[in-house]
């Protein structure tokens, strides 16, 4: 398997429900960055968590990282139609200098 | 908030022709950076650009690629003799200082025929 695997690959819910995405990476890492992709479109920075952090917290959006289990998992309460979009975790590697590793990405749907 | 631009956000290119994407990094930004997503896959790693040279590539940019910082604000990734399988998105990035949010563009469309 690869660096930043994200599970689950597709995620259905209800507007109003909570969504969890989970990314499991393989390497020593400086920080974990999650990202939001509308279809087609850019990658919009949600939050970044150093490896020396185990928790952040950004509105509706609640981070953790667990660097004994090299994972993390991001959290979206109250979910709303416009959270729609895949979501991506990225690490940063400690060997690899600056650059993202980018995981494969979960596809959120929330229905109103 | 500042952000990254990219130009063009479409562009169509017959196989083997030369094609120029560019980019204007946020302005305090020193690192730089070119990643690549094919249709329904994930984001790839192109390059990494500071003070003026490539400072980390991948495997996926070997000779069909470059990259050059003309002036003090563009960046710019050009792919020589496009091929099909170039089709993509291409995103530029940049970072002010290690361990930051590294932030990227709206990307670029490449299409060829």
């Known amino acids: 398997s690869q660096q930043g695997e994200e599970d689950p690959q597709a995620l259905s819910i209800q507007e109003g429900e909570n969504a969890t995405m989970n990314c499991s990476y393989k390497?020593?890492?400086?920080?974990l960055q999650w990202y939001r992709q509308n279809s087609g479109r850019g990658l919009v920075h949600l939050i970044l968590?150093?490896?020396?952090?185990r928790e952040k917290h950004s509105g509706r959006l609640r981070v953790t990282l667990d660097t004994s289990k090299k994972s993390s998992s991001l959290l979206i309460t109250a979910s709303r139609a416009a959270d729609t979009a895949s979501y991506f975790c990225?690490?940063?590697?400690?060997?690899?200098?600056?650059?993202?590793?980018f995981g494969e990405g979960t596809q959120l749907t929330v229905n109103p | 908030e500042p952000e990254v631009t990219q130009t063009p956000s479409h562009q169509v290119t017959q196989m083997g022709q030369e094609v120029i994407l560019r980019c204007v990094p946020i302005?305090?930004?020193?690192?730089f950076y070119w990643y690549r997503q094919i249709l329904g896959q994930k984001v790839e790693f192109l390059v990494s650009?500071?003070?003026?040279?490539?400072?980390?590539k991948s495997e996926i940019f070997d000779d069909q690629f470059s990259v050059e910082r003309p002036d003090g604000s563009n960046f710019t990734l050009k792919i020589r003799s496009t091929k099909l399988e170039d089709s993509a998105m291409y995103f530029c990035?940049?970072?002010?200082?290690?361990?930051?949010?590294?932030?990227f563009g709206e990307g670029s469309w490449l299409t060829v025929v």
């Open positions: 390497t020593s890492i400086n920080n």
């Open positions: 650009f500071y003070n003026n040279e490539i400072s980390e």
């Open positions: 990225a690490t940063q590697e400690e060997t690899s200098g600056s650059r993202l590793t």
């Open positions: 302005s305090n930004h020193l690192y």
């Open positions: 968590i150093r490896s020396n952090e």
């Open positions: 990035a940049s970072l002010q200082d290690h361990g930051n949010t590294i932030y």
